[in-house]
């Protein structure tokens, strides 16, 4: 459905994106995630025919985004990143001007009216001016004129920002509702959010794309694996460092002095090793004494920072 | 031609549910009304000739404050509260956009034009008024508006903030109104300065001919207004 070919993007010297690809596929809820000025923003605006890219190609259902502009603007509907409005219109007002760009007329408006008021759950505000609104209720205006002419693709930029823990679950109702009919690309810096909401998941950063595939396919990649936080008293820091070098199942992710002496040392074991006794062996071998050793798996969360740092 | 009239409306729309329309329009035509009766050397009751000239002197002047204040915020309101992006997005094109925002502010100029009827039509009842004149005087009148109009909706696609974009707008309106007076003489600089200033071909109007010269000169600085216009828009698809 949408077909992104090396795209790169450069402001002056910046690169914002550089050469992605990737595709999304009809029905898809593809989640963008990455860090604030990754290129999750760019990349939506390039999407959305709002600016070309500076290499490469991006079609959506075959059509260009540079050559057939209109045809692609008719397919998607677009929230962009803190959703602006008009303050001074009033909601009702603000929809029927986007149906009258979009060209919904006559009963299919009348239709479509009933109809986003109704899933975006407009009606209590519906008489009232924009200014006037919750950020959650200016969220849903957002979202009402991005499906007024029932588009086939939705791009959402970061539609959960700013909302209190109640909107956010209703927004990703919303998209995964919204989803289960049309093509959906949404981006956000919040790991559980593509979790809870998207088939698929693309980590970008940087400008790159750091990572790709299901929620489970990127958690797969890391099963089993396991944080090990340790402190040890009366360990001799450059012996430690040998030890954990000599087993191959082990890697030191970060090592500190504390100040009484003590090492503080963040592990991580691979998976299908339970290496806790073998430590304790060797830590009393070589009279340490553990004073903590505190195991954890491995989440998404850990994926994206380890990918995105 | 309904993606225009929808931009029009909405424009419409914004001018009337707020106070802009209301304040623009009665503040020409108080203050031009009070110029022409009662003001300077040669207030309407005093020298007692029906000619209604004034209204258009002093009306040039008056809007060139006020047409700024009229399309200031056609581009930059948009830029500045980034609905900009949401409608360019949209399937419009750029030229569009900046066709209905300009036809919203030629409406609100047309009230402003039929304020200034009282006039004439008061003067007529009291002296004989040269309908050919008044008629050519209005023709102008409106092309020079327009013009001022199409200037500030150039000025207001640069910048996201209204008062650059007034300022802005006064300045590009006062440069090509005065150019007749930055070169003196008759050499080729001069007449060629004259030529392009609005107040030249303005006052032709005033002697009840109607010169294609000047409406295509009127018409040709709108036409470049909007297309400027139309490639600040556009300055995003840079690549």
Avoid at chain 2, 22 to 30: A, G, H, T
Avoid at chain 2, 94 to 111: C, E, H, N, P, R
Wanted: glycine content about 6%.
């Amino acid at each position: 459905m949408i077909d992104v070919q090396n795209v790169t993007k450069s402001y002056g010297a910046f690169e914002a994106v550089k050469d992605v690809s990737f595709t999304v596929e009809q029905g898809e809820i593809l989640g963008f995630l990455g860090p604030n000025g990754a290129g999750k923003t760019t990349m939506m605006k390039m999407i959305t025919c709002y600016m070309p890219p500076t290499a490469g190609t991006i079609s959506v259902d075959g059509l260009d985004v540079i050559t057939e502009s209109m045809g692609v603007r008719k397919k998607i509907g677009y929230l962009p990143e803190s959703t602006p409005l008009y303050e001074e219109m009033g909601v009702r007002d603000y929809l029927n001007f986007i149906a009258d760009v979009r060209k919904v007329k006559g009963a299919d408006r009348t239709r479509a009216m009933d109809r986003v008021i109704s899933v975006t759950g407009l009606s209590k505000v519906i008489h009232k001016d924009i200014h006037e609104l919750s950020k959650g209720y200016r969220q849903r205006v957002g979202f009402a004129q991005a499906i007024i002419h029932d588009p086939e693709i939705l791009v959402l930029d970061e539609p959960t920002t700013g909302l209190d823990p109640n909107q956010i679950i209703e927004i990703r109702n919303l998209i995964r509702e919204l989803g289960e009919s049309k093509t959906v690309i949404f981006s956000t810096h919040i790991m559980q959010e593509v979790q809870a909401t998207s088939d698929r998941v693309l980590i970008i950063d940087q400008g790159k794309i750091a990572a790709q595939g299901t929620a489970e396919e990127l958690k797969a990649s890391i099963a089993g694996q396991m944080h090990l936080d340790m402190v040890l008293r009366h360990a001799d820091k450059s012996k430690f460092i040998e030890v954990v070098n000599s087993i191959e199942q082990i890697h030191m992710e970060d090592l500190k002095l504390q100040k009484n002496g003590d090492i503080e040392a963040a592990l991580k074991v691979d998976a299908g090793t339970d290496l806790r006794e073998q430590l304790f062996d060797l830590a009393v071998s070589n009279k340490w004494k553990i004073l903590e050793s505190s195991p954890s798996s491995f989440t998404l969360e850990d994926v994206f920072r380890k990918l995105t740092n | 031609m309904s993606e225009i009239l929808a931009i029009y409306r909405k424009e419409m729309k914004t001018y009337f549910n707020s106070p802009i329309a209301f304040i623009v329009i009665s503040s020409f035509l108080v203050i031009t009304n009070w110029l022409f009766f009662d003001y300077g050397d040669y207030p309407f009751f005093a020298i007692n000739i029906a000619d209604i000239r004034g209204i258009f002197d002093y009306g040039a002047i008056v809007l060139l404050f006020i047409a700024p204040a009229v399309s200031m915020r056609l581009i930059s309101e948009e830029k500045h509260q980034d609905t900009l992006e949401l409608l360019v997005t949209m399937p419009i094109t750029d030229m569009q956009i900046i066709l209905g925002k300009y036809l919203s502010t030629l409406v609100i100029f047309a009230i402003i034009l039929g304020g200034t009827l009282i006039a004439p039509i008061s003067i007529s009842f009291v002296g004989n008024l040269d309908s050919g004149i008044v008629i050519s005087s209005y023709i102008g009148f409106f092309f020079l508006g327009a013009t001022y109009l199409a200037m500030g909706l150039a000025a207001s696609s640069f910048t996201r903030n209204q008062i650059v974009a007034y300022i802005m707008g006064i300045v590009i309106i006062a440069v090509f109104f005065l150019m007749n007076g930055m070169a003196n003489g008759s050499g080729l600089i001069a007449t060629l300065f004259e030529n392009l200033s609005i107040r030249f071909h303005y006052q032709n109007f005033f002697r009840g001919v109607l010169d294609s010269r000047d409406l295509l000169y009127f018409i040709s600085l709108i036409f470049v207004s909007l297309l400027v216009s139309s490639t600040a828009l556009a300055s995003r698809k840079s690549k």
